[in-house]
């Protein structure tokens, strides 16, 4: 039942008692009646309506109304007691409200010139730092020129005997300097993206002099080409302290140290399972190596925080990197097992000071991610990442033994809060977290497609070879196939949780920027440009 608007409101009036008095004075009017019967006869009044036993009724109903009056009057008199109660509370409510106020403004205003104090002590501060970087930029460039002198003579003179790892060693400090060198550069510039875009253009200067001038590239001041396949090498073996291995599990092989090999294909992991990389042939980059290295970095050591947890481990590597070249631009994923990003770290994600480790143990200081945003622009590319997903999908697999028995197997493949488990299609059988199944012969090949996908893999199986996964997406596969036993008779379908996030960065070539390759810069969105202006009829 809804409730009186009125009921709300304030209750000051008390209502006349008009019907009680009116009673009163119809019932003495008609005692006088009663009393005198030739006034009675003067207003002529039928003489039936003037018997004495009316009169006690008649006295009931006043009775009745005066006690219906008393009530009505004292639930109004209570009304206004309260209302007068309700006022004064509400007054000593808005006082109380009016001090809370008061103090909260008092406290806003000091918290405001607390930081305005802190932003003008901030302002003085980064003047500071800006004349201190100046000053560090100017005295690190003449250590840094005595330094690599010192490295590249003890290098090019090595001492009778040597067997060369000294020579590398002095190498591999110099090729530290000059990363040191470069670091030390971009954190003391106003804008990396445009210092580095600087760079960019200085280089494609130089390759057109050389062009039109037909000298070596070796003849220019600078290098201004780097190979990016030997970038993410060095990335991973002199920065991330990685044991690469080849997929046979051999650590440091040749083709890691063979400059013409760097043409060919390479599939690798490193010593504890960790990264998965694959090298795809690929153009030179304009520009500095050291930028992109960082680049790599970042993402990398991002990726790691949370590839490694306990949480997210996998029978496949947690961190994948593939590199190849696509439309005369540099491709590069890396995909890492954790957390999804949230539509609200979506936005802010490259913002300088935003970091998504929000752990307990470890917070982020929101650098990685901007510098890598920073970089990819300075480069003309574009970065993108997307959230990877596990996905109810629908298997037939065609088991083929050596004695050519054939058995046909139905799977889907069910999420259960978002983790994969597997049953047999169509049945009410409890969905596990892997699907096994006993042959009578020993396995010799396997056939699987994905229902309504006309794609179908044929597996054969190897005695040196024991487990098999999705070759569509080898860098985070969907499933696994497991053979064992003394025949390998056993066969096990298990479905992998994939869920993670995978980082998409391009970058145009040097052959897409000789060409003329439209670049990945950020357009300006014009409409949003136009509408800040008035048009003439607004006049």
Known sequence: MKKNSRDDKFVFRIAYPWRSLLAALLLLFYGVLLLSPALAELLLIPPPLLRADYFIPAGLVFLILAWLDSRRFFRQQRKVRASMQQLWDSKRQLQLRAQTSAS???????????????????????????????EVRHNGVISFDKVQSALTYARDHSLPGDDGS?????????????YLWDLLDLSTTDNMALHIGAHVSRCEELLFQAELQGSSLSE?????VFSPRQALLDTLMLHLGLTLCDEHGREN??????????????????????????????????????????????????AQFFATKRR???????????LWEAGQHLCLTVYNRGPHISDEAREQLFNLGFSTRRVREHHGKGLGLYFVQQITRGFDGDITFDN?????????????????????????????DGAPLVRSAGSDDVAQKQWQHTLSGRLASVEISRVGS??????ALTRDRQNW??????????????FSGRRQEQFSFIPQDIAGVQFRVRLPTISGRLDGVPLMAEEPDVDELEASFRSPDDF
């Not at 020579?167 to 530290?176: D, F, H, N, S, T």
Request: with cysteine; hydrophobic share 40%; aromatic share 8%.
């Open 104 to 134: 909260h403004a008092g406290k806003l205003k000091s918290f405001i010139s607390d930081k305005l104090l802190e932003y003008i002590e901030y302002d003085e501060k980064y003047l500071h730092f800006k004349s201190i970087a100046s």
């Open 166 to 178: 000294t020579a590398m060693q002095y190498q591999e400090a110099l090729a530290g300097m000059r």
């Open 220 to 224: 220019l001041p600078l290098p201004p």
């Open 253 to 302: 092989p040749p083709l890691l140290f063979d400059e013409q090999a760097l043409e060919q294909p390479l599939v690798l992991t490193d010593r504890d399972g960790i990264f998965r990389i694959e090298i795809n042939a690929c153009d030179d980059l304009p520009g500095n190596a050291n930028h992109l290295i960082l680049l790599l970095e970042n993402l990398f050591r991002n």
């Open 312 to 322: 997210y481990k996998s029978a496949f590597p947690p961190l994948a990197v593939r």
């Open 388 to 416: 990877v997903s596990n996905a109810a999908q629908q298997y037939h697999l065609r088991l083929e033994t050596e004695a050519a028995d054939v058995t046909n197997i139905n799977l889907e493949i069910l999420l259960t």
């Open 454 to 459: 006309p794609d179908v893999k044929r597996l």
């Open 469 to 482: 996964s999705d070759p569509q997406q080898p860098d985070h596969p969907a499933w696994q196939m497991k």
